[in-house]
């Protein structure tokens, strides 16, 4: 439980800024998603996707090769 109250406070204060041509622009606040390249975003943005994969599976929409289900193609994990 602490653990997933370290990540809601983490997440919670997610500000970030944009750099372009060696210049850094205004920081704002980023209210969804996982932090680009931290070492949990893969396994956080997994375990949110695969709901949604659930979902996709029982409502019968998808991607279909004969009569395999694939659901749908997202990334590939490797390994």
Same mark, same amino acid.
């Given at each position: 439980?602490? @653990?997933i109250r370290?990540l809601? =406070?983490?997440?919670?204060?997610m =500000? ?5 041509k =060696?210049v850094? $622009?205004d920081v #704002?606040?980023? =209210?969804?998603g +996982?932090r680009?390249? $931290?070492?949990?975003s893969? %396994?956080? @943005?997994?375990?949110? +996707? *695969?709901d949604l +994969? *659930? ?5 019968? #929409? $998808? %991607?279909?090769i004969g009569?395999?289900f694939? $659901?749908? %193609?997202?990334y +590939?994990l490797c390994?």
């Amino acid at each position: 439980m602490v @653990f997933i109250r370290l990540l809601c =406070n983490w997440y919670k204060r997610m =500000n970030c800024s944009v750099l372009w041509k =060696n210049v850094l $622009g205004d920081v #704002f606040s980023v =209210n969804c998603g +996982v932090r680009q390249g $931290g070492v949990l975003s893969p %396994i956080l @943005f997994s375990i949110y +996707v *695969d709901d949604l +994969v *659930d979902l996709l599976r029982h409502s019968g #929409f $998808g %991607i279909y090769i004969g009569k395999l289900f694939l $659901g749908c %193609i997202l990334y +590939v994990l490797c390994r």
